[in-house]
């Protein structure tokens, strides 16, 4: 069991030390939730902000006079020594100084490979809750994490990681996984809303308005299920998924093949539930989201029989079933993901050696040339999955190079960005280990 190992470690005064890259909305919740765990301690934030930084110490008990505001690798060791909590610009740093674990919740794509990429030279164990980044350059990160015998992984509590823990369970005893996914909750003109419309929201919640629109405009979710296939092999069936109207006891008859009834041209693939029926209407009761799905079945006889009797309460249960975790707990969860990387060397999930799924940059609005594209969820692009052969057959413009770069023509609304269609930043971190991942 994990939780009297921690209880060891505090009893020997020798807990876990983990380092936070971004004091947002997400990295705040896994500092809050690390300060309430035995065994475990956050021994340095970095933030842009220091203020900000410095708050989220504050509000879990650290005194003013205890926290330093360092920028120097020698003087943050000493201080982590000596038991103080310490904030920093840098966000470089926590990959020279001794700590078990970075955990990085920035959520810039680029920041996030950088920030990624330095930790894993520095042997730190990586947590990322920054899935734009992962699903950009996920297999090199993974690869530079084995070679480097840390752990590389997707954060637990976050969907991705949640569909991670389902599917190992399920493929553990043998089940066929026919489809993996989340809810959703896209309405009919959702791809096209702004960050003008969560401006109240995101000072409410102390995110930023450009972050909640991607769970609105269906980006994140897109984002969330590349990272899925790229951790587990599974592939979207068209490109951005079917995302059909389905609550919790439609997923078995839905999410299976054509031929018996559902959307599906295979198994093995990723999906999104949505809560909104084709006409516009939104269901709540039974709806999927905020949790995740397996839909499973089996060839062996007796397991269906006794999947059929365990489902009764479901009208013609099988060939296929539904397993459903109606919950993801964000950064309440990820701290476990920390843990197990520094007690047992495992990770929830991660990418394999290659990318299976893209995420596509499309256009938001109608595109005038010189436009500068500002990323998921802001007012130019939104993404969508596809096969990596396909987008790289097609030069599609991966999501994650979609930030600060000028488009060369104009391209209507809904019409997929292609690599010739802008001016790429090529100076970009991103871009250079895209480059090596690429070789």
């Known amino acids: 069991m994990t939780f009297p190992k921690l209880l060891q470690r505090e009893k020997e005064g020798r807990p876990i030390k983990v380092a936070v890259v971004g004091a947002g909305m997400m990295g705040a919740g896994v500092i809050n939730q690390i300060s309430r765990m035995p065994g475990i301690r956050v021994c340095l934030i970095a933030d842009l902000v220091i203020d900000k930084a410095r708050k989220v110490f504050e509000d879990n008990r650290v005194p003013r ?41 920035t959520g810039s794509p680029d920041a996030g490979a950088r920030v990624a990429y330095c930790a894993i030279l520095g042997r730190k164990h990586t947590i990322m809750l920054n899935v734009e980044a992962d699903v950009m350059v996920g297999p090199v990160l993974a690869s530079m994490a084995r070679s480097a015998g840390v752990v590389y992984t997707l954060a ?23 489809a993996a996914g989340r809810g959703t909750q896209l309405g009919p003109s959702a791809r096209h809303v702004t960050p003008d419309a969560f401006v109240d929201a995101a000072k409410r919640l102390g995110g ?11 980006t994140k979710s897109q984002v969330e299920m590349a990272a899925v296939s ?13 995302e059909p109207f389905a609550c919790v006891e439609d997923l078995p008859g839905v999410f299976r093949r054509k031929e018996l009834g559902g959307v599906l041209s295979r198994n093995g693939v990723v999906e999104l539930a949505n809560s909104f029926r084709p006409d516009g209407f939104e269901v709540k009761e039974g709806m999927v989201n905020p949790g995740v799905f397996l839909v499973v079945t089996s060839d062996h006889p007796g397991i269906q029989g006794l999947l059929k009797h365990l489902f009764r309460r479901i009208e ?3 060939p296929n079933y539904g397993l459903f975790r109606p919950y993801h707990l964000t950064a309440v969860e990820t701290p476990y993901s920390v843990v197990r990387a520094c007690l047992y060397g495992e990770a929830t999930g991660a990418a394999g050696d290659r990318l ?12 005038k040339q010189g436009e500068l594209l500002d990323g998921g969820g802001g007012y130019t692009v939104y993404g969508l999955v596809e096969r990596a052969e396909v987008a790289k057959k097609e030069r ?17 609304r809904d019409a997929p960005i292609t690599q010739e269609d802008v001016r790429m930043d090529t100076e970009s971190f991103l871009y250079k280990l895209r480059a090596l991942k690429d070789s």
């Open 208 to 218: 930023n308005a450009q972050m909640l629109c991607s769970f609105h405009d269906g």
């Open 396 to 412: 599609l413009l991966p999501l994650g190079f979609a930030y600060k770069i000028p488009v060369l023509r104009d391209i209507p």
């Open 356 to 367: 299976l799924t893209e995420v596509v940059a499309v256009a938001k609005k109608d595109l």
């Open 156 to 178: 637990s509590g976050d969907q991705p990681g949640a569909i991670c823990e389902m599917y190992d369970w399920a493929k553990t005893l043998g089940l066929e996984v026919v």
């Open 316 to 318: 013609k249960a099988g």
């Open 65 to 105: 006079q205890s926290i330093q505001a360092l920028n120097h690798p020698d003087a943050i060791q000493d201080a982590i020594r000596q038991g103080q909590s310490v904030v920093t610009e840098d966000a470089e740093l926590p990959a020279q100084v001794d700590v078990d674990a970075v955990v990085e919740a």
């Open 230 to 242: 790229n951790a587990l092999g599974l592939v979207p069936d068209k490109r951005g998924m079917h």
